[in-house]
C-alpha cells in the first residue's frame, strides 16, 4: 500500500486527530545543487486521546539506507519520498492496531527491491530467481503405475494409465462378492488409487467409477429387497 493508502485508511478509522507534514532545512537553489544532509521531512500526528507524536526522515536516513542515489523516484521527486518515509514511521507506530500488519509501504518494498516494475509499468512481487538449467537436463515425466486390488486387499494388476486402470476397476467391480461387507472392502483397498485421479480429465475418470459404484450397490440393494420380500411371502404362505 502506497503512503497516501496508509493515511486513507487512518483517516477512515475515524482515531486521528490531526496530522501536520512539514519540509525542515535549505533547499538548493538549481537542480545541479544536492540538498544538505540535514533536510528532513517531519510528521506530527495526534491520534484521538494520545498525546502528538513526531517522525522524521532526512537527506542523511535517506544516505544512511542507500536509498538517495538510487533511480526513480528518489532522483525525480526526493522530498515527496522524504515525506512518505516520515509518515509511514509514524504512522505505523502509532495505529499498529488500525493498519493491522501493514509493516511497509508500497515505497519502502520498491525502494528494498521485494516489488518490481513490470513491463506494462505496474509493480508486482519480485520472485524468487529460477535456478540455472543444466546443459546436460531432460526433462521427464515418470507416473507410478495405478495398482489394482481385490476386495481382499491382494493385487490384481498395475496399470500404466489411469484410462486402463478405470476400466480394470469397473469390470473387476461386476465380480466382486455382495456378501460381508466385500463391496466395500473392495473400494476401501482402492481409495487411495482413485484419489490420485486428481486432474480435470482424471476427476472425470473416477467419477465414472463413482457412477458405476452406485450402480452395483443399487443393484445389490434390489437384490436384497427381493430376497427379503420373498423370504416374507414364504413365511405368510
Known sequence: MYGDGLLSVVKNSGQLEYIKETLEGDEPENSNVDFRDD????????????????????????????????????????????????????????????????????????????LIQNDDGSYGPHGPEEPPIREDYQETTTVEPFILNDEFGNEQGQFETPESF?????????????????????????EDELERLGSTRESTLR???????????????????????????????
Open 39 to 114: 533536510f528532513k521531512a517531519v510528521c506530527l500526528v495526534k491520534r484521538e486521546g494520545n498525546d502528538e507524536v513526531r517522525a522524521e526522515f532526512s537527506v542523511s536516513d535517506a544516505k544512511r539506507a542507500e536509498l538517495w542515489t538510487k533511480a526513480g523516484s528518489w532522483k525525480t521527486h526526493p522530498k515527496r519520498m522524504l515525506k512518505y518515509r516520515a509518515r509511514a514511521f509514524v504512522l505505523r507506530d502509532e495505529f499498529p492496531d488500525i493498519l493491522l500488519g501493514m509493516q511497509h509501504s508500497a515505497e519502502e518494498l520498491i525502494d528494498g527491491g521485494d
Open 166 to 190: 478405470i476400466d480394470a476397476a469397473i469390470g473387476y467391480l461386476a465380480s466382486v462378492s455382495t456378501a460381508n461387507g466385500a463391496l466395500q472392502a473392495y473400494h476401501e483397498h482402492n
Open 207 to 237: 467419477q465414472d467409477f463413482n457412477n458405476a459404484w452406485n450402480d452395483r450397490k443399487a443393484a445389490v440393494a434390489k437384490e436384497q429387497q427381493e430376497t427379503d420380500a420373498e423370504t416374507t411371502n414364504d413365511l405368510i404362505a
